[in-house]
């Protein structure tokens, strides 16, 4: 069986990651926006793990670990921020808080 | 011996003036009324004794210098606090504390409608003055006169000004027969006149500064005995620019042309202090300082010809001016630069033991007749202008009396002070130029007119306004009391002088002798000048019978015929009008220097500070405001725009990195 060559991995790696940043820059509920951060995020560790398999190195996959502790964290902050923001201005539209603005 | 502790002459009216000027408020007036003239009679005993002292010791040992303290010392210079006493200054100082305590004494009664506050500030300034003036006639140096003399002037701005919410005070214009109204200028406010009086004497002081500094630059010291004594080895073009400078400072504080403009608007004072200060004592500075540099003055024949000329004729000018004037103190002012003329006459021709003579009789007529008019001015509710006055003499018998003594002394009456000191110095004059004599006669000459003018006007005749002399009454006993002790001293005073054809001694030239023993020719033995007994005794008579005919002339216009003066006035209308508008000098003063000066303060005030500097500091913050208010807008609050940017941040990054 031939093994899937890794410039494929890097491909589609690439393709989610621009979903994710397109989805970070263009949609405007918050849910949404941290679901694409964390697409971006999944992204960048499946180009990890497709060059940790081409280089036979596990250093890539040690490094994938660490990015989804932090991913869960993040996570865990994005979405008390999220029930809070619902919370006090029952909205979770970004574009209705902006008050912080020069 | 009490001279080693002189000080406590100036000690003295300084701890009144903290007590007065830091408690007075609190203790009320009756504890200010007791401390200020009080402390301004010990120091006037202090001075008495210091007299008996000098008068003890032998004639060549009387100058005592008295160090208190080392004031400055750097490098080579040195100044100390130290303190002069001889025959000169102890004279000064008894006149200015014998008068100024008389003085003092008539404020409690003049000042008496005044505030608790107005009241204790008022003889705060008057002790403050006391001790200025001191600290000018007792100092050893010539820095420590400078300081006096600029602690005088800042006391004259502050009593000048004491009224300083008053405004302008517009005077009556004089309707002429043929029904003209010439307008009389305006006496400044009392705010105003101060801040004159302080400029003017400004450009005086400069001049006297650069005299000092000639002084300590040619001489290496600024110590009155070391100067003198060296004085005679340097060139005599130096001593006369030094002389010149210096007297420059005593034109602008002694009131002489061409800076003579002050003091006529410093009359808008409190009367005591035209009586103390405009009148007997600080604009007699110039006199004493001359007096005290005479060994300088003496090396400087030039110089003491431009004072005698500047003397002589300011004397004759400010006659003429106190011919039109309407207000009654006007015509003292003019009258005090009239006399301080007659004395820089004297200092100029030499005779500085005259000079200092008709200084000690001008204190004391001088001073009785700005009390006098003063006492007129309280009983009828500040009213100064003498032709709403009138029959007074019968309403204030004790002011009348007074004042005629005042004013026979300044007319020079035979017999009283001003006689002698004022035909003193018409002698030494004549012995000088007569030139000089004939322009000092014809002086005395306006001099009894004007004086017997406003006392005619003022006192004699009938009532003018009713309801003014309705209200018309004798001043208390604390206001007239000085006026009579004082029309003694003017009526008698001329004791301290009497001519040598007498056959009796000059005794205030033998009490300054020591002092001016340097000079050959002057001091008691030689005060009968080198005039024949003849002629002098007709320069005296001449000098009583213009006196005489001064008054005399007055009667005739202003008793006898009191329809004259009117028609000469329309008949020789621009001279009168000259007159009264005191040959223009003002105006022209205001057109040459403060109209220019108030634009340039403008121009610096609108077009250098508010528009130049301002606008600096001002663009330099709106563009800080601007650039941030722009800048500001890149915050947008909304996170899309943020991310957008962090990722044209990453792009631009790594585009870097990858074709760099």
Known sequence: MTAVPTSWFLLLSAILFVIGAGGVLLRRNVLIMLMSVEMMMNAVNLTFIALSRHLSSLTGQIFVFMVMAVAAVEVAVGLAILIELNRLRATTDVDDVSSLKG | ?660
């Not at chain 2, 402390?39 to 208190?68: E, K, N, S, W």
């Not at chain 2, 005599?236 to 002694?254: N, P, Q, Y």
């Open chain 2, 1 to 660: 011996m009490i001279i080693q502790s002189i000080w406590l002459a100036i000690a003295f009216p300084l701890a009144g003036l903290l007590f007065n000027g830091l408690l007075g408020r609190r203790l009320g007036r009756g504890v200010v009324g007791i401390v200020g003239p009080g402390t301004v009679a010990l120091a006037f005993v202090v001075g008495l004794f210091a007299g008996l002292d000098l008068l003890a010791l032998p004639a060549q040992d009387r100058a005592i210098v008295v160090t208190l303290w080392n004031w400055i010392s750097v490098g080579s210079f040195r100044a100390g606090m130290s303190l002069l006493a001889d025959p000169l200054s102890v004279l000064m100082v008894l006149v200015v504390t014998g008068v100024g305590f008389l003085i003092h004494v008539y404020s409690i009664g003049y000042m008496e409608h005044e505030e608790d506050r107005l009241y204790a500030r008022f003889f705060t300034f008057l002790n403050l003055f006391i001790v200025s003036m001191l600290i000018l006639v007792l100092a050893d140096n010539y820095l420590l006169m400078y300081v006096g003399w600029e602690l005088v002037g800042v006391c004259s701005y502050l009593l000048i000004g004491f009224w300083f919410r008053r405004g302008d005070d517009p005077q009556d214009p004089v309707r002429l027969k043929d029904g003209e109204l010439v307008p009389v200028p305006a006496n400044l406010n009392p705010a105003d006149s101060g801040k004159k009086a302080f400029i003017v004497n400004r450009v005086g002081d400069f001049g006297f500064a650069l005299g000092v500094f000639l002084i300590w630059t040619t001489f290496g010291t600024l110590n009155f005995a070391d100067v003198f004594g060296a004085a005679p080895e340097i060139a005599s073009g130096t001593v006369t620019v030094i002389t010149l400078l210096l007297f420059v400072g005593a034109v602008g504080k002694s009131a002489q042309l061409p800076l003579y403009v002050w003091l006529p608007d410093a009359m808008a004072g409190p009367t005591p202090v035209s009586a103390l200060i405009h009148a007997a004592t600080m604009v007699t500075a110039g006199v004493y300082m001359v007096a005290r540099s005479h060994a300088l003055y003496a090396l400087a024949p030039t110089t003491s010809l431009v004072v005698a000329l500047v003397g002589v004729i300011t004397a004759l000018y400010a006659a003429t001016i106190a011919l039109v004037q309407t207000d009654l103190k006007r015509v003292l002012a003019y009258s005090t630069i009239s006399q301080l003329g007659y004395m820089f006459l004297a200092v100029g021709v030499g005779a500085y033991a005259s000079g200092m003579f008709h200084l000690t009789t001008h204190a004391f007529f001088k001073a009785l007749l700005f009390l006098a008019a003063g006492s007129v001015m309280h009983a009828l509710g500040d009213v100064i202008d003498i032709r709403r006055m009138g029959g007074l003499r019968q309403k204030m018998p004790r002011t009348y009396w007074t004042f005629v003594i005042g004013a026979l002394a300044l007319a020079g009456f035979p017999l009283t002070s001003g006689f002698f000191s004022k035909d003193e110095i018409l002698a030494k004059a004549f012995e000088f130029s007569p030139i000089l004599w004939a322009l000092g006669l014809l002086t005395a000459l306006l001099t009894g007119f004007y004086t017997f003018r406003a006392l005619f006007v003022a006192f004699w005749g009938s009532a003018r306004d009713q309801e003014l002399f309705d209200h018309a009454h004798e001043s208390p006993g604390v206001m007239t009391w000085p006026l009579i002790l004082l029309a003694g001293l003017a009526l008698f005073g001329g004791i301290l002088g009497l001519p040598q054809i007498l056959g009796v001694d000059h005794a205030l030239a033998g009490w300054l002798h020591p002092a001016f023993a340097d000079l050959e020719g002057e001091g008691a033995e030689a005060i009968h000048h080198g005039l024949s007994a003849g002629l002098e005794w007709g320069l005296l008579g001449l000098s009583s019978v213009i006196a005489l005919l001064g008054i005399g002339l007055a009667y005739w216009f202003y008793v006898a015929n009191p329809g004259w003066p009117a028609d000469l006035a329309v008949r020789f209308k621009s001279v009168f009008k000259l007159l009264v508008n005191k040959y223009y000098v003002d105006d022209l003063y205001d057109l040459l220097f403060v109209d220019p000066g108030k634009a340039l303060a403008r121009f610096c005030a609108q077009g250098i500070d508010n528009a130049a500097i301002d606008g600096i500091i001002d663009g330099g913050a709106r563009l800080i405001v601007q650039g941030g208010a722009w800048l500001g807008r890149l915050q947008t609050g909304f996170i899309r725009h943020y991310a957008l940017a962090m990722f044209l941040g990453v792009i631009v990054v790594v585009a870097y990195f990858f074709l760099r």
